[in-house]
């Protein structure tokens, strides 16, 4: 898995961080992904990550 983030929709909320901490940092108007490609193992936190956010702004790509 790949994952994604639209910097035009994120607004730094960091409910994915909270999710994902390994995965993603927030700053005060966006999202750092530290690792695009984690491991399957954190797929749980990933995906809840995604699913938290509030403005839709990140997606998980298969493959």
Known sequence: MRVEVDLD???GHGMCELEAPEVFAAHTDHVEILDATPDESQR?????GVHYCPTQALR???G
């Not at 749980?44 to 809840?48: G, L, R, S, T, Y």
């Open 44 to 48: 749980a936190e990933v995906e809840a």
């Open 60 to 62: 998980i790509i298969e």
């Open 9 to 11: 929709l994120c607004q």
